[in-house]
């Protein structure tokens, strides 16, 4: 760590008879150990937040999967996913919204989007997506779901969507797929 050569000159002017007194000395201590505690908590703190975005994002998109298998058709109520909880905070504000062009009938969206947008600069965006996508079994094709969530390469960059292309899902330009740990 480096320290500001403002305060190491006030030190050097001491005078030779006082030397370090308690007052210095925990002002140095403070300088020292504190203020690289301070920077890791708050390290830590982003990390805990952008991790609590990932996961409210992962159960947004598993409760829009429960929603479409039982309802045929996506939903952008929170509510209605059972979701409710999932509330914007002092670090993200969090959003859903799909490839319909109709914004009032979803009956025709062929895929849907969660978002955490940071509200704190430094933070990373999230976009996670929901996506109806063929699949044969026994010789029968029939429409599934299969979601993604995509982190922003760069903090404070909005998240490009995730697609559905040649029989894949991808995340898009400028983010990275994010692979949450399965609970055992």
């Known amino acids: 760590m480096k320290i500001p050569a403002i305060y190491l000159q006030s030190f050097l002017k001491l005078p030779q008879t006082r030397g370090l007194n308690a007052g210095s000395l925990f002002f140095l201590f403070a300088l020292l150990i504190i203020s690289p ?19 409210k994002l992962s159960a947004m998109n598993s409760a829009q999967q429960t929603y479409y298998l039982q309802n ?34 979803w009956s025709s969206a062929k895929a849907v989007y969660h978002f955490a947008m940071a509200m704190k600069p430094g933070f990373k965006n999230y976009v996670g997506g929901v996506f109806l996508v063929p699949k044969t079994w026994q010789g029968q094709t029939k429409i599934a779901t299969q979601s993604i969530l995509c982190e922003s390469s760069k903090p404070d960059v909005m998240p490009a969507m995730p697609n559905y292309r040649d029989g894949t899902v991808r995340c898009g330009i400028g983010t990275t797929e994010v692979k949450l740990p399965i609970a055992k």
């Open 37 to 55: 505690l301070s920077a890791n908590a708050d390290r830590s703190t982003m990390a805990a937040r952008q991790a609590e975005a990932r996961a």
């Open 72 to 105: 045929q058709v996506f939903t952008n109520s929170l509510q209605k996913l059972g979701v409710s909880q999932i509330s914007p905070s002092d670090s993200y504000k969090y959003g859903v919204n799909s490839d319909s062009k109709d914004i009032s009938d």
